[in-house]
Nanobody, 124 residues
């Protein structure tokens, strides 16, 4: 069982940066790959970024590639999403999710554990 708590969201101007964090409970977080998803009002939840359980492999949606960076610190049971050059279209609730497999998935249905989400709002 893993419990996830996101933090670090907020309001930022276009072109700015934010780092959101996903803190996990339990001592076996290193056995889970993690995905970041987001959901804007009136839209479906979409994949943003994924990281494997070792942190050695990452993957990004085309819409954020080159602007967002996912990383993890297994000693701290935390995964990070660094977001740079933010755009108004990045406005959404951001969720982290974990699954007990080596590699991430881009499908939300493949994740067993979810955080409550953190709001990111980018003003123009």
């Amino acid at each position: 069982q893993v419990q996830l708590v996101e933090s670090g969201g907020g309001l930022v101007q276009a072109g700015g940066s934010l780092r959101v964090s996903c803190a996990a409970s339990g001592r076996t977080f290193s056995r889970y790959s993690v995905g970041w998803f987001r959901q804007a009002p009136g839209k479906e939840r979409e994949f943003v970024a994924g990281i494997d359980l070792s942190g050695g492999s990452t993957y990004y949606a085309d819409s954020v590639k080159g602007r967002f960076t996912v990383s993890r610190d297994n000693d701290k049971n935390t995964v990070y999403l660094q977001m740079n050059s933010l755009k108004p279209e990045d406005t959404a609730v951001y969720y982290c999710a974990a699954r007990p497999y080596y590699s991430y998935s881009v499908k939300s249905g493949d994740y067993q554990y979810w955080g409550q989400g953190t709001q990111v709002t980018v003003s123009s």
